[in-house]
């Protein structure tokens, strides 16, 4: 059974930094594109971050996190993280890590989920 479980959230002040990490338990994660998206409320869409490729020599992002957010992943740990700099309070959200997509811009192409991490971002 596939589990991925997301952690680091948290309050930090506008112009701050988190990192968050998500660990998968089960499946085949080294073979498995990753990604981040966000949801600023509930029944919004989810928003695409960041993907990244199973050898995570390539990296995909959102206009919203290039130059801010950085995704690496860690195949032996069976981790992905997300850095997030120069927080904004716009990208207070909960943000999720997902696995396996058939096509990595669209949350609904992505097989499996956390359950999410909320992330707030006071001015």
């Known amino acids: 059974q596939v589990q991925l479980v997301e952690s680091g959230g948290g309050s930090v002040q506008a112009g701050g930094s988190l990192t968050l990490s998500c660990v998968v338990s089960?499946?085949?994660?080294?073979?498995?594109?990753m990604g981040w998206f966000r949801q600023q409320a509930p029944g919004k869409d989810h928003e695409f971050l960041a993907?990244?490729?199973?050898?995570?020599?390539?990296?995909y992002y959102a206009d919203s996190a290039k130059g801010r957010f950085t995704i690496s992943r860690d195949n032996a740990k069976r981790t992905v993280d997300l850095q997030m700099d120069s927080l904004k309070p716009e990208d207070t959200a909960k943000y999720f890590c997902?696995?396996?997509?058939?096509?990595?811009?669209?949350?609904?192409?992505?097989?499996?989920w956390g359950l999410g991490i909320q992330v707030t971002v006071s001015s």
């Open positions: 997902a696995a396996d997509p058939t096509n990595l811009w669209s949350p609904t192409d992505y097989n499996y």
């Open positions: 993907a990244i490729s199973p050898t995570g020599a390539d990296k």
């Open positions: 089960g499946g085949s994660f080294s073979y498995w594109m």
